[in-house]
């Protein structure tokens, strides 16, 4: 089976601040790792996602990620932040091949203030 | 191109009465998925249609729940009889290849009272 966890429930920044979002995950088969974004009021929208190949991946607005396989982690980076970015952040795993179902975390909240 | 649509946006029901979210996944995704989060832990998967078959309905908490879709195109989620529990907002997606990405519907809000 597999499990996300997102260390951090919430996380309030300042704007133009760095912030790390951490996304830990469990499986003991490839998978693909994803991050979702939820503005208020919106559905989920696909920030970023690693399927294979480079560990960096760069995503929309900004935000990227990178896959450590030694450490099962998925860590979601942005040296910048704006108060636009203020939003609930989902990490998610997926068994890789095939149409598989989403195994999301927790969600982070991401608060940035002025 | 649209994106996937789900209907109502809110829903506020009593205990014991009977709801049915509509989710329209984009036009020519075979896939169709339906999610849950209650109460603000982790969104959880319920089924996955692929045309109108069921491919995947582990994730269904209980036989008050019955997903349909009818034709292969839009599905329907009826929950006979609501319970408190069942309190949360429900997430339709729909993809189309393989490669993991989903689009998902901006979920429809459903409170049991």
């Known amino acids: 089976a597999q499990s996300v966890t997102q260390l951090d429930s919430q996380v309030p920044v300042f704007e133009e601040a760095p912030v790390e979002l951490r996304c830990n995950y469990s499986?003991?088969?490839?998978?693909?790792l994803f991050w979702y974004v939820q503005y208020p009021n919106q559905g989920l929208q696909l920030l970023l996602k690693?399927?294979?190949?480079?560990?960096l991946v760069k995503g929309i607005n900004g935000f990227e990620a990178e896959f450590n396989k030694s450490q099962t982690s998925f860590h979601l980076r942005k040296p910048s932040v704006h108060i636009s970015d203020t939003a609930e952040y989902f990490c998610?795993?997926?068994?890789?091949?095939?149409?598989?179902?989403?195994?999301f975390g927790a969600g982070t909240r991401l608060a940035v203030h002025p | 191109e649209a994106g996937v649509t789900q209907f109502p946006s809110h829903s506020v029901i009593e205990k014991g009465q009977t709801v049915t979210l509509r989710c329209d996944p984009i036009?020519?995704?075979?896939?169709l998925y339906w999610y849950r989060r209650v109460m603000g832990k982790e969104i959880k998967f319920l089924l996955h249609?692929?045309?109108?078959?069921?491919?995947?309905e582990s994730g269904m908490p209980n036989n008050r729940f019955l997903a349909e879709r009818t034709g292969g195109t839009y599905s329907t989620l009826k929950v006979q009889p609501a319970e408190l529990e069942d309190s949360g907002v429900y997430f339709c997606?729909?993809?189309?290849?393989?490669?993991?990405?989903?689009?998902f519907g901006p979920g429809t809000r459903l409170t049991v009272t």
């Open positions: 997606a729909s993809s189309q290849d393989t490669s993991g990405r989903e689009y």
């Open positions: 499986s003991s088969v490839s998978v693909y």
């Open positions: 690693y399927l294979s190949g480079s560990t």
């Open positions: 998610a795993v997926q068994v890789s091949g095939g149409y598989n179902k989403l195994i």
């Open positions: 036009s020519g995704h075979d896939n």
């Open positions: 249609f692929v045309k109108e078959s069921k491919q995947d």
